[in-house]
DNA sequence: GTGGTCTAGACCACA
DNA sequence: GTGGTCTAGACCACG
């Protein structure tokens, strides 16, 4: 697994290792047993601060998804992506499906982004009581009357 | 237009702020002429503070999107989604129904953000020099090999 | 309120901060909507660096037991200590006696510590699945046969 | 003996492990002339390195209360629990009847062990130069103005 | 060599 | 002036 660290998006650099990691669980890309990067290989890789990396660690030890063993590494705990690797890969073939017009249409990434947070947003309002998510985007989205 | 601020999300506040202004100008919630919310609305209805909030349309003002008038407000000036409406709305259609059935399979909100975030990075290798740049999440994503 | 470091003990300084708050909202000390000192306030009374209190403020924020407001302070959030208050001095009042009486008898601190560790070990082994505590001293303990 | 080290608490386990032999000392468990376990048992009893176990041996012969014999084994040196085992164990049966009391009143170890470091603290500023120091909890407690 | 703790100090976001 | 982020670097605990 690698990382990639935009230091342009205003989102703290640890944030953006967590959220990373996060997605990596979803997606399937990580399981429990895996082991994480070594602090070193993070910072080698992606030129933040060792203790940037420590702390989103730890930060992701908290919340009880990864477990730091001294002297041997950093390992997933509990998984979060629940959802069947196959119903996922119809998913995501048919979004890129989407994804390959919307650009043919002109859309670039942002516009993208904002399609797809206004959904969600309209979209979430209906599926209202299913968050308890953690660190989602539910609760930031635009409303016009 | 009513902003949302998500004080947990990690994002500062007036950008959370700059960016659903962009996201209304690129969804074609907002077009040049109109009116942004005074600063005094956005605090009653957000929450933040009033200097938040004169950052963020400062912000705007700089970029060349908003230009503030003396005693009578902040307008649009120029617009960012040069999309036909009705192909947006056609892709926007299509997603939502996309984005149902994400749902009824099982995925949250940050499920598909993540879903969503990884098949625009693979698709971004592809497009590259495409995007307008911005504060767009270019460039963050993960990668597992 | 006010913390003291014992740089002796070998337990992180951060650790020592986070554990004194809990136990001012177990002992009801502290309660939902109090302020805690600011961080600028521990430095100055302790002497530990403030990245050390943010980290232990931090922590207590993911823990969900208080809340950080830019610019006003960090608050309390939930409480812990679910106990009466008069309930609570009498157990206290009573504790107090035994303690007067071992140190008559001879023991010192390390020796009563000694002994109420071991006494709720054992009594920990009956009262079993009540735990869930968090970073309790649980799961510690002497075991001789 | 039987050693028990808590990876989550914070404290070193090499400490714990000392801890939890001066604990065993000041309850009279362990007397001088007895063996501790030898390195290899507590490496299979608790899962801790081997040099983890010698540390915690070695710091403890440096302090004067055991002695490591060549080819056979750790022996205990001096006592810590000058206290009549009479007394003792009076003072521990009247502690059991006041912690059941306490847990019957809804406090959980956590509670307890926080009342007893606080009427310690309030306690020690009494006795003062009482203690014989070496790694006590005391210097740490809270103090509410 | 692994993760973890702490410090000192610069700079940012927010009220 | 409030909390928060990040860096650089020293040192510790553990395997």
């Keep these: 697994m690698e990382f990639r660290i935009d230091r342009s998006s205003g989102l703290p650099a640890y944030l953006q290792l967590v959220r990373q990691v996060r997605e990596a669980l979803r997606l399937g890309w990580l399981e ?15 030129g933040v601060n060792a203790n940037t990396v420590l702390k989103a ?8 998804l990864v477990e ?4 041997s590494g950093t390992f997933v705990k509990a998984g979060l992506g629940s959802t069947d690797p196959e119903v996922m890969n119809a998913l995501r073939s048919r979004l890129a499906v989407w994804v390959r017009e919307a650009r043919e ?9 904002a399609l797809v947070r206004s ?3 309209v ?6 009581a ?3 998510g953690g660190q989602t985007n539910e609760g930031e989205g635009v409303a016009v009357r």
Tied chains: 1, 2, 3, 4.
């Design 32 to 46: 429990p047993g895996d082991r994480l990067p070594t602090v070193r290989d993070v910072v080698a890789g992606s």
């Design 57 to 64: 660690y730890r930060e992701l030890e908290l919340s009880g």
């Design 68 to 71: 730091a063993r001294q002297g």
């Design 105 to 113: 249409a002109g859309l670039d990434a942002e516009d993208i982004d």
């Design 119 to 121: 959904v969600l947003a």
């Design 123 to 128: 979209d979430g309002d209906r599926a209202a």
């Design 130 to 132: 299913g968050g308890a």
